[in-house]
Nanobody, 122 residues
Framework: PLVESGGGLVQAGDSLRLSCVAF????????VGWFRQPPGKEREFVAA????????NYADSVKGRVTVSGDNAKRTVYLQINSLKPEDTADYYC?????????????????WGHGIQVTVSS
C-alpha cells in the first residue's frame, strides 16, 4: 500500500511538501504518480516519477510550481508545491504503477493511497 502525509491547511503563496511512502512488495521499476481531486470536480493528474531512473512527467497546469522527487532508500516520493493557490485545494492521492512509464493515465496505476486533504486559503 501507499500512504500519503503532509497535507493540511495552508495560506495562498505558501509551499507544501507531500510525502508518499510505499510499503510491501518491492518492484525493480515503479512509477509513482500524484493525482488530485478538487471539491466537486474530477480527479486530475499532477505529476509522476519513475524510480529508480527518476524520469518525471508534469501536468501543464502545475509546471514550474511543482516538483516530484523520490528517495529510493526511504521508498518515499515527494510532491513539492510552491506558490500555492486556492485552486490547489483538493484531495491529493499518490498511486503506484509497477514497470510503467511516468504516465498521466490513471488507469495505468494499480495501487492507490487513501488520499490526503490540502486546503489553501486566500
Amino acid at each position: 500500500p501507499l500512504v500519503e502525509s503532509g497535507g493540511g491547511l495552508v495560506q495562498a503563496g505558501d509551499s507544501l511538501r507531500l510525502s508518499c511512502v510505499a510499503f510491501g512488495q518491492i518492484f525493480d521499476v515503479l512509477t509513482v504518480g500524484w493525482f488530485r481531486q478538487p471539491p466537486g470536480k474530477e480527479r486530475e493528474f499532477v505529476a509522476a516519477i519513475t524510480l529508480p531512473a527518476g524520469s518525471t512527467n508534469y501536468a501543464d497546469s502545475v509546471k514550474g510550481r511543482v516538483t516530484v522527487s523520490g528517495d529510493n532508500a526511504k521508498r518515499t516520493v515527494y510532491l513539492q508545491i510552491n506558490s500555492l493557490k486556492p485552486e490547489d485545494t483538493a484531495d491529493y492521492y499518490c498511486a503506484g504503477a509497477p514497470f510503467a512509464a511516468a504516465t498521466s493515465n490513471s488507469n495505468a496505476y494499480t495501487y492507490w493511497g487513501h488520499g490526503i486533504q490540502v486546503t489553501v486559503s486566500s
